[in-house]
């Protein structure tokens, strides 16, 4: 791994996190804590962005004490290797691309959140989803339908809008910056 | 806090909580619902008691209690729920799991942690990875709060419809992403001068492993054993 990619995963990761804190303080009913595993796999590569995810997950877990959510690492692993996808394809763009890779990368996070949710937590998971599910489940769905349900549509809105934020990072990026990574001029196509 | 007046958690060699908890999270899942997670939880929380870490059964219990009540009201009060043994067993899972991570994380020291890595000969890169981002955390969120101070001393809404919060998203995020790029320049520039491929960090007083570690790890190991090998035998 070179300084440059050594360098970036930490302040990646610290993004996820603090734009977690963003949108908890505008009360807004998604995460967007991946908007940092998305910007290091769409500016160094797949495997930046994998070590991006698990490291953060490892890392949340250490410094909460909370390692219930550690096998949430799969759905990183994921976001990391599409964004990586979408970044090799120019799906940064513009904003419409950005949006349609993001209600693909969104589809895809939210069947394998489900697939943990029910395996593992039986359906309980965080607060948000949780709550969605237990009203769907309460309007007569079955618990495997509702966590299903309540997993892809919070991560489709939520991955949606992290892919076009990211868009906007990576085409408002100085050349001179856009240069150091590679990986960033494929992505918005320049 | 270090001599031998501290509690066992603090104690004990960084990797000892570490095997404890990971421990913990398989034998959850391996043993028999819903007597097993629930002996599993009393046994955890007796542990975490007796390693002078008392705080962290009340820090699991606050943890757990929104899924506590969401897996009675989705598998008990609803229709179409698992029933109350298996919210029993999910339960007793998730309390023993959160009671350990609040152990581990009240012994988790960053420092011994990386000694106790660079001791076993594992890379630069890996122990860089988990400092420099414990360290970028807090940064990074006092930075995101900045910039929310600054965004709203210039007019931007943080209040009222949420299409308007979904709309102060962008001022609030692009200058978090493009400064922490700006930061990974820095950073990368120190490493290089630094030469990272080429150090090997010798730690001035690596943690040593005491009959109490050892004796708990080997316990830890048995304990895994029985239940996988019962888990392969039972029908």
Not at chain 1, 10 to 32: C, D, E, F, R, T
Not at chain 2, 94 to 102: V, Y
Not at chain 2, 143 to 158: D, K, N, T, V, Y
Request: glycine fraction near 8%; charge should be positive.
């Amino acid at each position: 791994m070179s300084p440059r990619q050594l360098a970036l995963i930490p302040s990646a990761v610290a993004l996820n996190a603090a734009a977690g804190w963003v949108v908890k303080s505008l009360g807004l009913p998604i995460y967007l804590d991946t908007i940092g595993t998305v910007l290091a796999a769409a500016l160094a590569g797949p495997w930046v962005g994998v070590v991006t995810g698990v490291v953060g997950q490892v890392v949340f877990a250490l410094s909460t004490g909370d390692m219930m959510w550690l096998p949430f690492a799969v759905v990183q692993v994921i976001i990391a290797l599409l964004a990586a996808l979408a970044a090799r394809r120019g799906g940064f763009r513009s904003l419409g691309v950005s949006a349609a890779w993001g209600a693909l990368v969104g589809l895809a996070a939210g069947a394998a959140s489900a697939v943990i949710s029910y395996a593992v937590f039986r359906g309980v998971t965080a607060t948000g989803v949780t709550a969605v599910t237990t009203l769907l489940s309460g309007l007569g769905l079955t618990l495997a339908q509702s966590v299903t349900l309540a997993s892809v549509g919070t991560d489709l809105v939520d991955k949606l809008l992290v892919l076009v934020l990211v868009g906007v990072a990576l085409r408002s990026l100085p050349r001179r910056v856009a240069a150091r990574f590679p990986w960033a001029q494929r992505a918005v196509a320049r | 806090m270090n001599g031998r007046s501290a509690p066992l958690v603090a104690r004990a060699h960084p990797f000892t909580p570490l095997v404890l908890a990971a421990a913990i999270v398989v034998l959850a899942f391996a043993l028999p619902a819903p007597r097993g997670p629930m002996a599993l939880y009393a046994a955890t929380a007796a542990l975490v008691a007796l390693a002078g870490a008392p705080r962290a059964l009340i820090t699991g219990a606050i943890v757990c209690l929104p899924l506590w009540f969401f897996l009675f009201i989705l598998h008990v009060a609803l229709r179409g729920g698992d029933g109350l043994d298996a919210a029993l067993a999910q339960g007793a899972r998730l309390g023993a799991i959160a009671t350990a991570s609040a152990a581990l994380l009240r012994s988790f020291r960053p420092s011994r942690f990386l000694d106790a890595m660079a001791v076993r000969g594992l890379s630069f890169h890996a122990a860089y990875l988990i400092v420099a981002t414990l360290q970028s955390l807090p940064r990074l969120r006092a930075r995101a709060h900045a910039i929310q101070e600054a965004q709203r001393a210039r007019g931007l809404r943080l209040r009222g419809a949420p299409l308007g919060r979904l709309r102060a998203l962008v001022p609030l995020t692009l200058p978090l992403m493009l400064g922490s790029l700006a930061e990974v320049d820095d950073r990368a520039m120190a490493l290089e001068t630094r030469g990272v491929a080429a150090r090997r960090r010798t730690p001035l007083a690596p943690p040593s492993w005491s009959g109490w570690d050892v004796l708990a790890c080997s316990a830890a190991a048995a304990a895994l054993l029985l239940a996988l090998g019962w888990r392969v035998v039972s029908p």
